[in-house]
């Protein structure tokens, strides 16, 4: 059974950098053919992808806010990092982590979804 | 960057079928992701790789993608499936985009 966690901290101010972790069960970041990304959805609003790390550590990044993030991973501890710099107001939203199943290129999908996490970003 | 358009609402009654699409430049010539999520809800995927459906996701949901449009069809609607629901591609094959989400009423 996978599972995934987001941790973190509720409230952020402004210029802060926000750290958030996933924690995952059920699979290995090591196995070929998988990945983890985050994905973030603002209040009422619609998704937005963020990053992504395969099992080979190949990153990506949403190409606008790609100066701002950071993805690793900890194949030990089963879990992926998410940094994000010089955080705004506008980042304010429920940042999900996914499970990546992965084949080539645009067949991959995300078939788990943890519960998210809701990051306000407010001084 | 690739954009990807849906309709914000569709309305449908029970027992009838809904269709919701997804529109963006030869979206065709990549494969289609469909979720779903309901209030205070995690999304869940309902179709992949156009037309595939994930274990336990009814055979009443289906997708296609032809052209500059891909399809989610749900026939046989139920009180149950009414929930936002978004459409995701890759931007070659190394960037996510999800559509702006559409919120499909059972009336």
């Known amino acids: 059974q996978i599972t995934l966690k987001e941790s973190g901290p509720t409230l952020v101010k402004p210029t802060q950098t926000l750290t958030l972790t996933c924690t995952f069960s059920g699979f290995s970041l090591s196995t070929s053919g998988v990945g983890v990304g985050w994905i973030r959805q603002p209040p009422g609003k619609a998704l937005e992808w963020l990053a992504l790390i395969y099992w080979d550590d190949t990153k990506r990044y949403s190409p606008s806010l790609k100066g701002s993030l950071t993805i690793t991973k900890d194949t030990s501890k089963s879990q992926v990092v998410l940094t994000m710099t010089n955080m705004d107001p506008v980042d304010t939203a429920t940042y999900y982590c996914v499970h990546i199943s992965y084949s080539s290129g645009s067949k991959s999908y995300f078939d788990y979804w943890g519960q998210g996490t809701l990051v306000t970003v407010s001084s | 960057s690739y954009e990807l358009t849906q309709p914000p609402s569709v309305s449908v009654s029970p027992g009838q079928t809904a269709s919701i699409t997804c529109s963006g430049d030869?979206?065709?010539?990549?494969?289609v992701c469909w979720y779903q999520q309901k209030p205070g809800q995690s999304p869940v995927l309902v179709i992949y790789?156009?037309?595939k459906r994930p274990s336990g996701i009814p055979e009443r949901f289906s997708g296609s993608n032809s052209g500059n449009t891909a399809t989610l069809t749900i026939s046989g609607t139920q009180a149950m499936d009414e929930a936002d629901y978004y459409c995701q591609a890759w931007d070659s094959g190394t960037a996510v985009v999800f559509g702006g989400g559409t919120k499909l009423t059972v009336l």
């Open positions: 790789q156009d037309r």
């Open positions: 030869k979206l065709g010539d990549t494969y």
